[in-house]
């Protein structure tokens, strides 16, 4: 993964990063659609995995699954927080916000 910065470099997502691993279903984040304008989007919860997300734009910020067996989830279980980035349209993780640092990744792979 190629590493962009931290996330303080980036308004937008780092309003969407705090409200998801920070924050609690209901919380509204003010975000600017290209076309639509300012609008307010709402964190919500996915009822089986317990996760915390946002859609916004054809994106979707999802927590990090501490249940799972990867490294995200094992540092994840210890307390690290970690939101990946996942394009609505075909399922595809573009990049990953891991303890503030912004990761783009270089060759995505579908999302489970």
Not at 20 to 36: A, F, I, N, R, T
Request: hydrophobic share 40%; with cysteine.
């Amino acid at each position: 993964m190629k590493l962009l910065g931290p996330i303080t470099k980036f308004a937008e997502l780092h309003r969407i990063y705090q409200a998801v691993c920070h924050g609690k279903e209901g919380d509204g984040v003010e975000l600017v659609h290209p076309k639509l304008g300012a609008s307010v989007m709402f964190v919500q919860r996915f009822a089986l995995k317990d996760l915390l997300y946002l859609d916004f734009n054809g994106l979707r910020y999802v927590q990090q699954n501490p249940k799972t067996s990867s490294e995200y989830a094992a540092r994840a279980r210890q307390g690290a927080k970690i939101m990946w980035i996942i394009r609505l349209s075909d399922n595809q993780y573009l990049g990953v916000v891991d303890n503030g640092q912004v990761y783009q990744k270089e060759a995505s792979t579908s999302a489970y």
